[in-house]
């Protein structure tokens, strides 16, 4: 379903991801994992058109997303690190825009989105106004959305970012049922190790912008002596804390020099 060959992108002389590789297969829930700054997010928005790859290659079912955009487009959800919600909508009114955006017929729009909403527990709230709800309740409909189209592929980019454990227990109950039922491929990259144990069938663990271990989380846990998912990701990527600002910062200095009027 997705397919990754030495895919690179450089911002300047800064290389973000470098020459990595991957496959991911149809009805996989693939966690991809690393550091701050270890080329996550850098390549997320690559294999959702965001980014151009400086070199490589990607298919998403087929599709190449730097040549076919828009139909590389509709294949997928895509839930981001930071909310993208409208707050002045109500719960029903963010569903409907965004079938409309994806051109979910009218024929089973109202039965999809209800049946959304009851499964992540917001029906009841479908006519409140998303300024009023919880950061969860947000996350729930956000994810709600991502799987309103019937995507092929759908990526949460750190979903539950700052939720309470029970939140996010909840939130990958309804997850895991979807890729059960609907064969949604999930890739998605945490920081809670316990959830990439406890809901991905396999992990790829990426840092300084290279692809350092793939496997299941048993293999990882095998390959580094770990007991532990956690303990296994600190032997392969080692324990020092990392600057995501400064890693950031660098790239925006890399973009606009790129950017910068020639003298």
């Given at each position: 379903?997705?397919?990754?060959?030495?895919?690179?992108?450089k911002f300047g002389d800064f290389t973000a991801v470098n020459n990595i590789s991957f496959t991911v297969e149809a009805g996989e829930i693939f966690a991809f994992l690393g550091p701050n700054g270890a080329g996550k997010t850098t390549t997320i928005k690559m294999l959702t058109t965001l980014l151009h790859p400086t070199s490589g290659k990607i298919e998403l079912d087929g599709l190449d997303p730097t040549i076919h955009q828009y139909q590389a487009r509709r294949t997928f959800g895509i839930v981001f690190q930071d909310p993208s919600l409208?707050?002045?909508?109500?719960?029903?009114?963010?569903?409907?825009?965004?079938?409309?955006?994806?051109?979910?017929?009218?024929?089973?729009?109202?039965?999809?989105?209800?049946?959304?909403?009851?499964r992540f527990e917001l029906w009841e709230r479908r006519d409140d106004y998303v300024?009023?709800?919880s950061g969860g309740m947000k996350r729930r409909l956000e994810i709600a959305r991502g799987f309103l189209h019937t995507p092929k592929i759908l990526f949460l980019d750190e979903p539950t970012l700052?939720?309470?454990?029970?939140?996010?227990?909840?939130?990958?109950?309804?997850?895991?049922?979807?890729?059960?039922?609907?064969?949604?491929?999930?890739?998605l990259t945490t920081h809670y190790m316990d959830e990439a144990d406890r809901v991905a069938h396999r992990i790829a663990i990426i840092d300084h912008?290279?692809?350092?271990?793939?496997?299941?989380?048993?293999?990882?846990?095998?390959q580094t002596g770990s007991e532990s998912?956690?303990?296994?990701?600190?032997?392969?990527?080692?324990s020092s804390i990392r600057d995501e600002s400064a890693t950031s910062a660098d790239q925006m200095r890399q973009v606009a020099k790129m950017w910068s009027p020639r003298r």
């Open positions: 379903m997705i397919q990754v060959h030495n895919l690179v992108k409208d707050s002045e909508q109500t719960a029903y009114e963010n569903m409907e825009l965004h079938a409309v955006l994806y051109k979910v017929s009218r024929k089973v729009r109202a039965e999809r989105i209800e049946q959304l909403l009851k300024k009023t709800f700052g939720l309470d454990p029970q939140t996010r227990n909840q939130l990958w109950t309804h997850v895991k049922h979807l890729n059960e039922t609907q064969k949604t491929t999930v890739f912008g290279g692809i350092v271990a793939q496997g299941t989380s048993q293999q990882l846990k095998q998912l956690e303990q296994a990701f600190l032997a392969l990527t080692g």
